[in-house]
């Protein structure tokens, strides 16, 4: 079993920023791909950012060049910063891991709102 701890989120105004954070207790299990995820209202989730163990990263057409997502693998923690936010970012975001064993787990969601 993995747990998930996410932290961050909250509202902020058009072109402010917001930092989420995972961290992942995996126990004795090695934690291959992390990512992000979101689901606005009336929509269905959507992949935000995914980052594999050795660092490769992979983006959203909607989010290139204002979120960055990194990972500290000795504390098993990624971390989502999102800058130049937009109304359209407005969602409940979600962290996942995948274990090396292809299992994967999903965190609870965290609720990003961007409006004036």
């Known amino acids: 079993q993995v747990q998930l701890v996410k932290s961050g989120g909250g509202l902020v105004q058009p072109g402010g920023s917001l930092r989420l954070s995972c961290a992942a207790a995996a126990g004795i299990f090695r934690i291959d791909q992390m990512a992000w995820y979101r689901q606005a209202p009336g929509k269905q989730r959507e992949l935000v950012a995914f980052?594999?163990?050795?660092?490769?990263?992979n983006y959203a057409d909607s989010v290139k060049g204002r979120f960055t997502i990194s990972r500290d693998n000795a504390k098993n923690t990624m971390y989502l910063q999102m800058n130049s936010l937009k109304p359209e970012d407005t969602a409940v975001y979600y962290c996942?891991?995948?274990?090396?064993?292809?299992?994967?787990?999903w965190g609870q969601g965290t609720q990003v709102a961007v409006s004036s």
């Open positions: 996942r891991v995948i274990l090396t064993t292809g299992r994967y787990y």
């Open positions: 980052i594999t163990s050795g660092g490769s990263t």
